[in-house]
C-alpha cells in the first residue's frame, strides 16, 4: 500500500519559516521525482518545487530563493524548507511522487495546511 505523508504545515507570521516532510511508503522513493504542490482556495494546484533522483531542482519564480527542496532517500523523505513566508504561500500543499512507465503512476498525499498571517 503506497502512502505518502505530509507534515510540518500550520500557521506562521509573514517572514516565518516552516518546514514541511513528505514520509513515503511503498514505493521506490529513490527513482520518483517528488514534488511539492499547492492549491490556494479558488485557485488551481500549482507545482511549488521539484527534485528528480539525481537531486536536480525545478521552482515556481514566486518561490525562488525562499524555499528549497531536498530529500532523503535512506529515510524515504521529501522536505520543503519555506523562509519568508508571505500571506500569498497560504495554501493546501501536496506532497507528490511522479510516476513513470504503464506501471508506476502518481501518488498524492492527503496534504498539510500552511497559513501565512499578515
Do not use: H
Not at 71 to 83: E, I, V
Not at 96 to 101: D, E, I, P, T, V
Amino acid at each position: 500500500q503506497v502512502q505518502l505523508v505530509e507534515s510540518g504545515g500550520g500557521l506562521v507570521q509573514a517572514g516565518g519559516s516552516l518546514r514541511l516532510s513528505c514520509a513515503a511508503s511503498g514505493i521506490s522513493f529513490s527513482l520518483r521525482t517528488m514534488g511539492w504542490y499547492r492549491q490556494a482556495p479558488g485557485k488551481q494546484r500549482e507545482l511549488v518545487a521539484s527534485i528528480t533522483p539525481g537531486r536536480s531542482t525545478n521552482y515556481a519564480d514566486s518561490v525562488k530563493g525562499r524555499f528549497t527542496i531536498s530529500r532523503d532517500n535512506a529515510k524515504s523523505t521529501a522536505y520543503l524548507q519555506m523562509n519568508s513566508l508571505k500571506p500569498e504561500d497560504t495554501a493546501v500543499y501536496y506532497c507528490n511522487a511522479r510516476g513513470f512507465g504503464v506501471s508506476n503512476p502518481d501518488y498524492w498525499g492527503q496534504g498539510t495546511q500552511v497559513t501565512v498571517s499578515s
